[in-house]
C-alpha cells in the first residue's frame, strides 16, 4: 500500500465520521426546532381555544388552518404523530397531533389538533441532499487533491527511489539526485548522495586494499620463487641440496597457489566481477574436459556425461572457467584409479559426480565448502576449491549441494542455476 | 664463488658464440623492475640466456631510456613507484617502437592483463612465475618478431620448426602428440637448465596439471617423448635431476 493512499484512506475516515456525527446533529437539531415550532403553535392554539371557550362558552366558528376534531370519547392527552388523510390528494400526510380535554357547555369534550409536519418533511429532504452533497464533493476532492499530491509533490521522492533501485555500488557512481522544494525529500537526497560517496569511496579503498595486499605479497613469492630457481641453476650445488631446493620451491608454489585462490574468493565477496556476457557451459565443459583428457586416462576413469545445448548463462568469463575448472579437477583429483567420473548438465543444473575417498559418518560433506577443509589433510593441494565454486555459485545465486552416497563412495556436486 | 664466476663465464661466451654462429647482433632487453632482488635475479638469468640487459628501476628512468634507445623487448612491471608501467607501454606504442613487451605484473587484477593487451603488450605474466616460463616467453615474442616464420631451432640431431610444430631427428620427421611437442619445445629452449616439475608441468598443461594429484603424469609423457626420439636414432637428452625436475642438455 502508498504511503499516500494509507493516509488518505485515514482522512478520509475521519472525514466521514465528523461528518456523520455533524450531520446527524444538525439533522436531528433542525428537525426537533422544527418540531418545537409546530408544537409551540398547537399549545397556541389550545391555550386560544380555552381561552375563547371559557370567554365566550363555545367553539370559535372558524377552524385554524389545521385540522380540529372533537371527541366525546375519552382519549389519551399527549403530544403524537399520526398519518391523516388529505382528501384533496386522498394521501396519506404526517401530522404533529394534540389532543387534550375542554369543558364545553358543562360537557367534557377530548380536542385533537393536529398540525402538518409537510413543511417539516420537505425542509428534512432539503437537508440530507445537501449534506450529502457537500459530503460526497468533499471526499472526492480529497481523493482528487490527494492524486495530484502524489503525482507532483511525491515525484522527487519516486525519482529517488528509481536511482536507489538502480544502485551499483561496484560502478564506484555516486547518486546524483535531483534538487526539490520540499526539505525533507532535499534532506534525504542529501544524505543519500553523501552515503552513496562514501560507500564508493569505501568500496574504492577496499579494492585498492585487496590489490596492494595481493600486490605485496606477490613480490616477495616472486623473489623467493626466482632466487629458488636460480639457486637450482648453481652447478656446485650439492646433490643432496637438490632435493631441499626443490621442496622449497614446490612450498612456495603451494603458497602462491593459496594466495591466488584467496585473492579470488575476496574478490568475489567483494563483487568484483560485475561483467557478464553469455556462456555456453555446454562448449565449455567439452573444452575443458578434452584438456583434461589426459588425466581422465591416466586414472583410467570412466567418463560419463550428458552434455546437451541448453541456454547460455550469464557469467563473468573468468568465474565461470573457474567454476568449472574447479569442479573438474576435484572430480578426478580425489577419484581413484579405474573410477567413476559423470558430468551431467541439464537447463537446470550441473551435477558432477565421481568415485572417492570413504567418507566417515562423522564427516559432514558440506563442510568441504570451508575454506581449508580436505579429505587427506596432508595433500598438497590448498584446500580452496570447493570453497571457490560455493563463493562463484552463491555470488550467482546459485545453489551448490555435495552429496555422498556411501554404498559406491559417489561424490556427488550439485550446481543448481 | 670462482666455480659460479666460472660457471657464468661460459654460459656468457656460448651466447655470445651463438649469437656469432647466427651472425646477429644479440638481443637488447630492457627490464623494467624497481623490487632490486627481483631485478638482481631477472639481470642474471637473462644475461646468461645471452642477451644484453639493462635495467630501470622507475618509471622516469624507463621513459628516459625507450626514448634514448631501442629495444628488441621490454620487460614492464607495471608497479612502479613513481608511476605506472602501463604509461611506458602507451609511449612505446606511440613511438611505433618495434619492441616487444612483456608484462610481470604482481596486481594480477585481470583488467590489467585485458588492458595491457589491449594497449598492445606481446604476452602477461602475473607474479610470481617460474624465471624458466618467462625465459620461454621471451623467447617466443623475439622470435615472432625477428624470424616471421624462418626460425629454426637445432640441437644436436635435432631440428624444431616452432612455426609448424615439425621435428626432425637427422633430417626425418617424428610424430609427437601436441603435449609431447610442447615438452621439447620447453625443454629445447632452455638447453642446459634444471626445469622444475611445477615449470613444466604449469607450462605445457597450465591449470589443467591441478586435476592431478602428483607430478606421476609428468613421467609418462617424458617416457614416450624420450622412446620416439631414441627410436628415430636420437641420443636421450632429457635428463632427470633427482628431487628437482629435468634437464635437455648433451653432456
Known amino acids: 500500500m502508498k504511503l499516500l493512499t494509507a493516509t488518505n484512506r485515514y482522512y478520509v475516515l475521519l472525514a466521514s465520521l465528523l461528518f456523520t456525527i455533524g450531520s446527524a446533529l444538525l439533522y436531528f437539531g433542525v428537525l426537533w426546532a422544527l418540531q418545537g415550532e409546530v408544537e409551540e403553535r398547537l399549545f397556541q392554539q389550545r391555550d386560544y381555544l380555552r381561552r375563547e371557550v371559557r370567554r365566550t362558552g363555545h367553539l370559535p366558528g372558524t377552524p385554524f388552518e389545521g385540522r380540529m376534531q372533537l371527541s366525546a370519547r375519552p382519549l389519551p392527552e399527549v403530544l403524537r404523530d399520526v398519518l391523516l388523510l388529505e382528501p384533496l390528494e386522498n394521501e396519506l400526510e404526517p401530522y404533529r397531533q394534540l389532543t387534550f380535554r375542554l369543558q364545553l357547555n358543562g360537557q367534557t369534550r377530548w380536542v385533537s389538533l393536529s398540525?402538518?409536519?409537510?413543511?417539516?418533511?420537505?425542509?428534512?429532504?432539503?437537508?440530507?441532499?445537501?449534506?450529502?452533497?457537500?459530503?460526497?464533493?468533499?471526499?472526492?476532492?480529497?481523493?482528487?487533491?490527494?492524486?495530484?499530491?502524489?503525482?507532483?509533490?511525491?515525484?522527487?521522492?519516486?525519482?529517488?527511489?528509481?536511482?536507489?533501485?538502480?544502485?551499483?555500488?561496484?560502478?564506484?557512481?555516486?547518486?546524483?539526485?535531483?534538487?526539490?522544494?520540499?526539505?525533507?525529500?532535499?534532506?534525504?537526497?542529501?544524505?543519500?548522495?553523501?552515503?552513496s560517496e562514501r560507500v564508493a569511496a569505501d568500496y574504492a579503498s577496499l579494492k585498492e586494499f585487496t590489490e596492494n595486499a595481493a600486490h605485496e605479497t606477490r613480490t616477495p613469492l616472486a623473489i623467493m620463487q626466482a632466487k629458488l630457481e636460480q639457486l637450482l641453476q648453481l652447478p656446485d650445488l650439492p646433490a643432496p641440496a637438490g632435493p631441499l631446493v626443490a621442496d622449497l620451491y614446490a612450498a612456495v608454489q603451494r603458497l602462491a597457489r593459496l594466495h591466488q585462490g584467496l585473492t579470488l574468493l575476496s574478490k568475489i565477496e567483494n563483487q568484483q566481477f560485475a561483467a557478464a556476457v553469455p556462456v555456453h557451459l555446454q562448449q565449455l565443459l567439452t573444452e575443458k574436459l578434452l584438456q583434461l583428457?589426459?588425466?581422465?586416462?591416466?586414472?583410467?576413469?570412466?567418463?560419463?556425461?550428458?552434455?546437451?545445448?541448453?541456454?547460455?548463462?550469464?557469467?563473468?568469463?573468468?568465474?565461470?572457467?573457474?567454476?568449472?575448472?574447479?569442479?573438474?579437477?576435484?572430480?578426478?583429483?580425489?577419484?581413484?584409479?579405474?573410477?567413476?567420473?559423470?558430468?551431467?548438465?541439464?537447463?537446470?543444473?550441473?551435477?558432477?559426480?565421481?568415485?572417492?575417498?570413504?567418507?566417515?559418518?562423522?564427516?559432514?560433506?558440506?563442510?568441504?565448502?570451508?575454506?581449508?577443509?580436505?579429505?587427506?589433510?596432508?595433500?598438497?593441494?590448498?584446500?580452496?576449491?570447493?570453497?571457490?565454486?560455493?563463493?562463484?555459485?552463491?555470488?550467482?545465486?546459485?545453489?551448490?549441494?555435495?552429496e555422498y552416497a556411501a554404498e559406491q563412495a559417489l561424490h556427488t556436486l550439485r550446481v543448481m542455476f | 664463488m670462482g666455480g659460479w664466476a666460472g660457471h657464468q663465464k661460459v654460459f656468457r661466451f656460448a651466447a655470445y658464440f651463438a649469437s656469432y654462429i647466427l651472425s646477429r647482433p644479440p638481443v637488447k632487453l630492457l627490464i623494467v623492475e624497481d623490487e632490486p632482488a627481483l631485478r638482481s635475479s631477472l639481470v642474471e638469468y637473462l644475461r646468461q640466456d645471452g642477451y644484453v640487459v639493462e635495467v630501470a628501476v622507475s618509471y622516469g628512468e624507463a621513459h628516459e631510456k625507450i626514448k634514448l634507445y631501442r629495444y628488441d623487448c621490454v620487460l614492464l612491471d607495471l608497479t612502479l613507484p613513481d608511476g605506472n608501467g602501463l604509461d611506458v607501454l602507451r609511449t612505446l606504442k606511440a613511438d611505433n617502437s618495434p619492441a616487444g613487451v612483456l608484462i610481470i605484473s604482481a596486481r594480477g587484477a585481470l583488467d590489467d592483463k585485458v588492458l595491457g593487451l589491449e594497449l598492445g603488450a606481446d604476452d602477461y605474466l602475473a607474479k610470481p612465475f617460474h624465471l624458466s616460463e618467462l625465459s620461454a616467453r621471451l623467447k617466443a615474442i623475439i622470435r615472432r618478431r625477428q624470424f616471421q616464420g624462418q626460425r629454426q631451432l637445432l640441437f644436436q640431431e635435432l631440428t624444431v620448426f616452432p612455426d609448424q610444430a615439425q621435428v626432425l631427428v637427422h633430417g626425418a620427421p617424428v610424430v609427437l602428440t601436441r603435449k609431447e611437442y610442447d615438452l621439447l619445445l620447453y625443454l629445447l629452449t632452455h638447453p642446459g637448465r634444471v626445469l622444475t616439475k611445477e615449470s613444466i608441468a604449469e607450462h605445457v598443461w597450465g591449470d589443467a596439471a591441478d586435476a592431478a594429484d602428483s607430478f606421476d603424469f609428468l613421467y609418462t609423457h617424458l617416457k614416450n617423448l624420450r622412446r620416439k626420439l631414441q627410436d628415430k636414432g636420437a641420443a636421450d637428452y632429457i635428463r632427470s635431476v633427482y628431487g628437482v625436475g629435468y634437464k635437455f642438455s648433451a653432456e
Open chain 1, 115 to 195: 398540525k402538518s409536519l409537510l413543511e417539516t418533511e420537505d425542509v428534512r429532504r432539503l437537508i440530507e441532499w445537501l449534506l450529502l452533497g457537500v459530503l460526497g464533493t468533499l471526499l472526492v476532492s480529497m481523493v482528487l487533491l490527494n492524486r495530484w499530491l502524489a503525482r507532483c509533490l511525491w515525484a522527487p521522492f519516486e525519482r529517488t527511489l528509481q536511482q536507489l533501485s538502480a544502485y551499483d555500488v561496484r560502478q564506484y557512481q555516486v547518486l546524483q539526485l535531483p534538487g526539490t522544494r520540499i526539505e525533507e525529500f532535499a534532506q534525504l537526497n542529501l544524505t543519500l548522495t553523501r552515503l
Open chain 1, 293 to 402: 583428457e589426459e588425466f581422465i586416462e591416466d586414472k583410467q576413469l570412466r567418463l560419463e556425461t550428458s552434455l546437451p545445448m541448453t541456454e547460455a548463462l550469464q557469467l563473468h568469463p573468468a568465474l565461470a572457467d573457474s567454476l568449472v575448472s574447479n569442479l573438474l579437477h576435484n572430480a578426478i583429483r580425489h577419484n581413484h584409479p579405474g573410477g567413476l567420473l559423470r558430468v551431467v548438465l541439464t537447463a537446470k543444473e550441473l551435477t558432477i559426480s565421481n568415485t572417492g575417498p570413504v567418507l566417515a559418518a562423522t564427516q559432514n560433506p558440506a563442510q568441504f565448502f570451508e575454506r581449508f577443509r580436505k579429505h587427506n589433510p596432508s595433500s598438497d593441494s590448498p584446500g580452496l576449491g570447493l570453497s571457490i565454486v560455493h563463493g562463484i555459485a552463491s555470488f550467482y545465486g546459485f545453489e551448490v549441494r555435495y
